[in-house]
């Protein structure tokens, strides 16, 4: 008898050593717990790249169409002018790659944040400000030609004529024609513009 209580009792040690084992290797498996606070976390990470990865193809795509259809926004007025739809794709491209370049290098979800939306601000900002000098950098319509002076260079009358006219930038010397046959030599004044011609008469 006692040498069949000594096997039931080193069975018994046996089965506990071994159940405790499988407990132990269940433990340090990977996701083998409930919690499964990696897994969450790369979920949650998988998401956020997605969401960088959505605003930078949104930014791509309004590059696309400032550059291909033309500026966008323009009846959104925000301080001195609307809003550049180049400066908001530039915006958002930044935003999207930067936000995955912080996740890259192993930064927190909110830093990663963080910088993006910094970046995007400065990108932005500076695209914007760029385009605004460009804009106001461009040559001003040109002048009225009614009520320019010129010079007649040819003799002008009904039938036609030359004459250059003073402080016009596009084309100074420009058909013309005048009730009176005007000699060339005779300052003129412009009356009157019929496409590219130009109705004078003496000054």
């Not at 926004?73 to 958002?92: K, W, Y």
Request: negative net charge; proline residues 4%.
């Amino acid at each position: 008898m006692r040498v069949g209580e000594r096997g039931r009792t080193g069975s018994a040690e046996r089965v506990r050593s071994g159940l405790d084992l499988c407990h132990t290797a269940r433990l340090l498996t990977p996701g083998a717990t409930g919690a499964e606070p990696g897994s969450r976390v790369g979920r949650r990470k998988g998401t956020v790249v997605t969401v960088f990865f959505v605003v930078g193809a949104i930014g791509l795509v309004l590059l696309v169409l400032s550059f291909v259809v033309g500026e966008v926004f323009e009846s959104f007025e925000i301080g001195d002018g609307g809003i550049s739809g180049l400066a908001v794709g530039i915006g958002a491209v930044v935003f999207g790659a930067s936000g995955v370049l912080a996740l890259s290098s192993d930064l927190a979800v909110v830093w990663a944040y963080v910088i993006a939306v910094g970046f995007a601000l400065v990108a932005g900002a500076v695209a914007q400000l760029l385009i605004n000098r460009l804009a106001a950098s461009e040559d001003a319509p040109p002048p009225p030609l009614e009520g320019a002076f010129g010079v007649l260079t040819a003799t002008t009358g009904p039938e036609g004529g030359e004459v250059r006219l003073e402080g016009v930038r596009d084309l100074e010397s420009r058909l013309a024609w005048a009730d009176d046959e005007l000699p060339a030599g005779t300052r003129v004044v412009v009356v009157g513009v019929s496409g590219s011609r130009v109705h004078v008469q003496r000054a």
